[in-house]
């Protein structure tokens, strides 16, 4: 067999498989790699293996993961990657449609008309659209004690996975204390300086919201309550009452809703909140 006959041979072959279909390979498909959820030991034969136990039990922070040399071993750090992506992925994505039904919460938006701009202009996420202005005025649930506003903020996770046992816990709770309640409703890219246009459309004595935190490495299913007495022209940071870290591994959604019910009758009750109501709080737990 001469030179010319093998590349010709060869050329065929290429032309065959040029012109055959193609079909999917391994290569192709992704692989789909699992992560279990409870914390990594990655040190080996530790001096202090009691301290870095104690250290674990008390943060969520990466601690005692070991390393190989220099670096992080391989399973830490796509843990990181992993956690990384959900975090971004919390702020990116949006509460769904089918869970605000499930809910029975009515959609109202902002003048943050997309991610970009609610990430960027602070003041956009402040102030509701003006359509929603109007639906607010012409349906809102005026006159009530207490307002209960949804945000997704920046975890749209966070709602998900809190307010469908936070938000039956604490509307139960008000009701149990003769504490009339409006008709919750779901703020989309809503700021928490959002509630006091809110407050002011309804008439409403306190309002509260309860809003995705920005998420962390840790969890990205953070949940905020903020609440704040009667806001106006004049309300500045100190007169909001935050309570964070609602989620599973911190204050849960049930206990949650529990809680809140407590603190808002004795806001309305002091007339207050903020550094205010923690003052008049100390006072009278010293008497």
Not at 193 to 201: G, L, Y
Request: charged fraction near 25%; aromatic fraction near 6%.
């Amino acid at each position: 067999m001469d030179i010319q006959e093998i590349v010709q041979r060869v050329v065929e072959e290429v032309k065959k498989n040029m012109n055959s279909p193609k079909t999917e390979t391994n290569q192709n498909k992704e692989e789909i790699i699992y992560f279990p959820e409870e914390r990594i030991e990655g040190v080996e034969e530790p001096h202090n293996a009691a301290s870095i136990e104690r250290a674990q039990s008390i943060t969520p922070a990466r601690i005692g993961i070991g390393r190989t040399g220099t670096r992080m071993l391989t399973t830490s750090y796509l843990q990181f990657l992993i956690d990384h992506a959900a975090a971004q992925d919390a702020v990116l994505r949006d509460v769904s449609d089918d869970f605000l039904q499930q809910m029975d919460l009515h959609k109202l938006e902002t003048k943050a008309c997309d991610m970009k701009t609610y990430l960027m202009d602070l003041d956009a996420g402040r102030k509701l659209s003006d359509e929603s202005i109007k639906y607010l005025e012409k349906n809102g649930d005026k006159g009530k004690e207490v307002q209960i506003i949804v945000c997704d903020g920046l975890s749209s996770f966070a709602v998900e996975a809190n307010v469908v046992d936070l938000l039956p816990a604490l509307i139960q709770g008000l009701k149990l204390k003769n504490i009339s309640v409006a008709k919750p409703f779901f703020i989309k890219r809503g700021r928490v300086w959002v509630q006091d246009e809110v407050a002011a459309i309804v008439n409403c004595d306190l309002v509260i919201s309860l809003i995705g935190e920005r998420p962390g490495l840790n969890t990205d299913e953070s949940l905020s309550a903020y609440m704040i007495y009667r806001p106006n022209e004049k309300t500045v940071e100190a007169d909001r009452t935050v309570i964070s870290n609602i989620h599973k591994d911190g204050l849960t959604s049930v206990e949650a809703g529990a809680y809140l019910s407590d603190l808002i009758e004795q806001m309305l009750h002091a007339k207050c909140s903020g550094v205010t109501f923690a003052q008049q709080r100390n006072l009278t737990s010293f008497s």
